[in-house]
């Protein structure tokens, strides 16, 4: 069984909303901070949104600021990704993580999932 499962992606265009799930196995339950990243081919993988289990406190790229908004649910082990108003800059595939902290996970390291594509039309 995978220890975090994201799901949610789609095809969709411009102006369009997603929102997209992970669950987190018990096993990988630890990690104080939690983030959404995507790649888009040829690019670095990036850091989307992070939230921090405990307090709550979010970061976001400046990229979508305002648009994007993380959340969890601490007794379910899951966190969300609510995307609105979509361009097709977002396209990439979105992974989950959990570490100790977001450098941690910026490194590559911790636990993640497999991705689910996200891809945006004009």
């Known amino acids: 069984q995978a220890l975090l499962a994201e799901s949610g992606g789609g095809l969709v265009q411009a102006g369009d909303s997603l929102r997209l799930s992970c669950e987190i196995s018990?096993?990988?339950?630890?990690?104080?901070?939690m983030g959404w990243f995507r790649r888009a081919p040829g690019k670095e993988r990036e850091l989307v949104a992070g939230v921090f289990w405990k307090t709550g406190d979010t970061r976001y790229a400046d990229s979508v600021k305002g648009r994007f908004t993380i959340s969890r649910d601490n007794a379910r082990n899951t966190v969300y990704l609510q995307m609105n108003d979509l361009k097709p800059d977002d396209t990439g595939v979105y992974y989950c993580?959990?570490?100790?902290?977001?450098?941690?996970?910026?490194?590559?390291?911790?636990?993640w999932g497999q991705g689910t594509q996200v891809t945006v039309s004009s």
């Open positions: 993580a959990t570490g100790p902290n977001i450098p941690v996970l910026q490194s590559g390291r911790g636990s």
């Open positions: 018990r096993r990988a339950v630890g990690g104080a901070a």
